[in-house]
């Protein structure tokens, strides 16, 4: 099994910056693409960000040019850098991970999330 935990989350002004970090721990050798995804109340989880085993990224519209996503395969951590923050960026943050390709990893993880609040 993969582990995935959270950290970074917090409450910040509007046009302020958060740094979220996803850390996998276990059969890492059965995380390759990750990302992040986003939730509110009342509404169905969404992507913001993905990055594959390559480095190559996604970035939704509404957050291109002030969000980055960035990966350390080395320590088996992912990172989201959140700049320019806006109220609608507001949610509860969750880490996913995806197998590779093949028979022996089969399974997407998840982290418990983590609060992001963005107060205009």
């Known amino acids: 099994q993969v582990q995935l935990a959270e950290s970074g989350g917090g409450q910040v002004q509007a046009g302020g910056s958060l740094s979220l970090t996803c850390t996998a721990t276990g059969h890492t050798m059965c995380v390759s693409a990750m990302g992040w995804f986003r939730q509110v109340p009342g509404k169905e989880r969404e992507v913001v960000a993905g990055?594959?085993?390559?480095?190559?990224?996604y970035l939704r519209d509404s957050v291109k040019g002030r969000f980055t996503i960035t990966r350390d395969n080395a320590r088996n951590t992912m990172t989201l850098q959140m700049t320019r923050l806006k109220p609608e960026d507001t949610g509860v943050y969750y880490c996913?991970?995806?197998?590779?390709?093949?028979?022996?990893?089969?399974?997407?993880?998840w982290g418990q999330g983590t609060q992001v609040t963005v107060s205009s």
């Open positions: 996913k991970s995806d197998p590779p390709a093949g028979p022996l990893c089969t399974e997407s993880y």
């Open positions: 990055i594959n085993a390559g480095g190559g990224t």
